[in-house]
């Protein structure tokens, strides 16, 4: 038997290969309020993409006026811009980002573009007359005249003048003088979960000591594997002569 076989042997019996924990995956927007401000998040937009039967909802709400509409009435509110600009400094986006390396993502999408009902879902969509009608009564909505409305109203210009003057704003503006945000994404670049299945490989262990990877009992057993192989150890050192 060769010599490496029983090494790795040994170490997949030690259990150096163990399972991160996964992410949890967040909630699947139900109104064009909550779809507008997932898409206005940086560090949430991502993962529309990482899923074929996610990304067919993205496109489904986006066939949809009302998300758009939201979207326009969200961005007129300064506190959005506040919240992006938040959410670029949020440390999620390197672990949303480090993960389309996963070879599994790329093999679903690969799965999906073979799939018949993929494509029969994506074309319905854009056959569906009901979302050109929604499109073509677009203009004449409550919620596109209200929002056209807010073009006029002067408490809009007033919330965008007094936003700089806003606490909220003040702290996200000085929160890159805070050594905690870098601290953050220094974990987040040395936590296994960022980085997928391939953080497997950077896992360390934790808990107690029976949980460490490489049990002293398997180095043990390994070379009594290695003395009954006979494989050569290095000499001990012999005894000194007495001086004649």
Do not use: C, E, H
Not at 39 to 63: G, I, R, Y
Not at 218 to 228: F, G, R, T
């Amino acid at each position: 038997m060769n010599r490496l076989t029983i090494l790795f042997a040994a170490l997949a019996v030690s259990g150096i290969a163990q399972a991160t924990d996964v992410p949890p995956t967040p909630a699947t927007p139900t109104t064009p309020q909550a779809w507008a401000g997932k898409m206005l998040d940086p560090s949430q937009v991502a993962t529309a993409f990482k899923d074929p039967a996610a990304f067919q909802q993205l496109t489904n709400a986006m066939m949809n006026p009302a998300t758009s509409m939201a979207m326009m009435q969200q961005g007129m509110d300064p506190n959005t811009a506040m919240r992006m600009l938040s959410g670029m400094m949020n440390p999620a986006i390197l672990q949303n980002t480090m993960q389309f390396t996963d070879p599994a993502l790329a093999m679903k999408w690969m799965a999906a573009g073979i799939d018949p009902r993929f494509a029969t879902a994506m074309l319905g969509q854009g056959l569906n007359p009901n979302a050109y009608m929604n499109m073509m009564a677009a203009p004449m909505s409550p919620q596109m005249m209200n929002m056209g409305t807010q073009m006029l109203n002067p408490g809009m210009y007033a919330n965008w003048m007094n936003a700089p003057m806003n606490p909220a704003a003040m702290n996200t503006m000085m929160a890159p003088m805070n050594p905690n945000l870098y601290g953050n994404w220094m974990g987040a670049g040395m936590n296994p979960n960022t980085y997928g299945p391939w953080g497997q490989m950077m896992a360390m262990p934790s808990g107690q000591a029976s949980a460490i990877p490489l049990d002293p009992a398997v180095l043990m057993k390994m070379l009594q594997m290695m003395q009954m192989m006979q494989m050569p150890m290095m000499p001990a050192p012999a005894a000194p002569q007495p001086a004649k």
